[in-house]
């Protein structure tokens, strides 16, 4: 009996300790961060920028510097980016987005102050990278998320999630951000909706589906992320509790630059994000 009870508890304490592990508790790669709130804000500004001139030249086909160009903060102009071959009800909806984005960089701004747009690469090739990486192979042809509105919704699928954890990582008890977190909730949820809707149909020419695609996206952020499973395909995106999950400002940068170190810009970030959190660690 005694020997019963102490392999028990062996088997406890191992399921206890690799529990703290997949929590990142242990792990010095998965703590927060030392910042100030008006810092941590800011740093979200790098991911309302990346949505805004995504969003506003997929549907418009031009980005903040002709619709608001006072909240670049003199940045420099975004690259690749261009009009896509969208679904009228789609194109409505990224516009709508985009208008949203707007409104965020807006209101942060307004509230603890701007920081200078980052260089972004929205170039069809930065995308393409992105989702051979994800698909462990070299697709070919290269994906391009201009072409088609599946396209579109998926190299959004990357986008608005990374908003979403980045806000819930923060601050969510500040109301600015609560009233943030809750948009960007939103555009994940419209987002994967319409992606849910078709997660069954083969993504073209590549013969795997719109739900293959998610869930190797997931996996890959996972993995970059490097602090366990926060991502996780169509299925709602929330933990066991129904919460959302939450990134820190190291996780989301190791993602965003694709390179898997927040100290190591590249992806959507070609030159580092902006603002004193992210330049510090590209320091």
Same mark, same amino acid.
Request: with cysteine; aromatic share 8%; charged share 15%.
């Given at each position: ?9 062996f ?9 703290i ?7 010095p790669?998965c ?9 941590q ?9 990346l ?10 086909g031009?980005g903040?510097?002709?619709?608001a ?9 975004p690259?690749g980016g ?6 009228p ?10 208008s ?16 200078? *747009?980052? &260089? =972004?690469?929205?170039?069809a ?8 990486? +994800?698909?462990?192979?070299? /697709? @070919?042809?290269p ?10 919704l ?10 979403l ?8 008890s ?30 073209s020419p ?8 998610t869930n190797?996206?997931?996996?890959? *952020?996972? &993995? =970059?992320g ?11 995106? +929330?933990?066991?509790?129904s /919460? @959302?999950?939450?990134r ?26 902006s603002?004193r959190?992210?330049m510090?660690?590209?320091?």
């Amino acid at each position: 009996m005694a020997t019963r009870t102490c392999f028990s508890t062996f088997l406890l304490l191992v399921v206890a300790l690799e529990s703290i592990i997949v929590m990142g508790i242990t792990l010095p790669q998965c703590r927060p961060i030392v910042a100030n709130d008006d810092d941590q804000i800011q740093f979200a500004l790098n991911m309302e920028f990346l949505e805004a001139e995504f969003f506003l030249f997929g549907a418009l086909g031009k980005g903040l510097d002709d619709l608001a160009p006072s909240l670049t903060q003199g940045g420099p102009p975004p690259s690749g980016g261009r009009r896509a071959n969208l679904e009228p009800m789609i194109r409505r909806i990224i516009e709508e987005f985009g208008s949203q984005e707007i409104g965020h960089i807006r209101a942060v701004t307004q509230s603890v102050g701007g920081i200078p *747009r980052p &260089q =972004l690469n929205l170039s069809a090739e930065a995308f393409a990278a992105t989702m051979s990486r +994800a698909m462990d192979t070299k /697709l @070919s042809p290269p994906f391009n998320p201009y072409v088609n509105s599946i396209n579109y919704l998926l190299a959004s699928y990357v986008i608005p999630y990374e908003g979403l954890v980045g806000y819930v990582g923060t601050i969510p008890s500040l109301s600015l951000v609560a009233s943030l977190l809750g948009v960007e909730a939103g555009q994940d949820a419209v987002i994967r909706g319409l992606l849910f809707e078709r997660g069954d149909e083969t993504v073209s020419p590549y013969g795997l589906t719109v739900a293959n695609f998610t869930n190797r996206i997931s996996e890959f *952020r996972n &993995q =970059l992320g490097m602090c366990g499973v926060k991502d996780q395909g169509l299925i709602p995106s +929330a933990d066991a509790n129904s /919460l @959302s999950y939450s990134r820190t400002p190291a996780e989301i940068l190791r993602i965003v630059y694709g390179t898997g170190n927040e100290h190591s810009p590249g992806g959507f970030f070609p030159r580092g994000g902006s603002g004193r959190i992210a330049m510090q660690m590209f320091q």
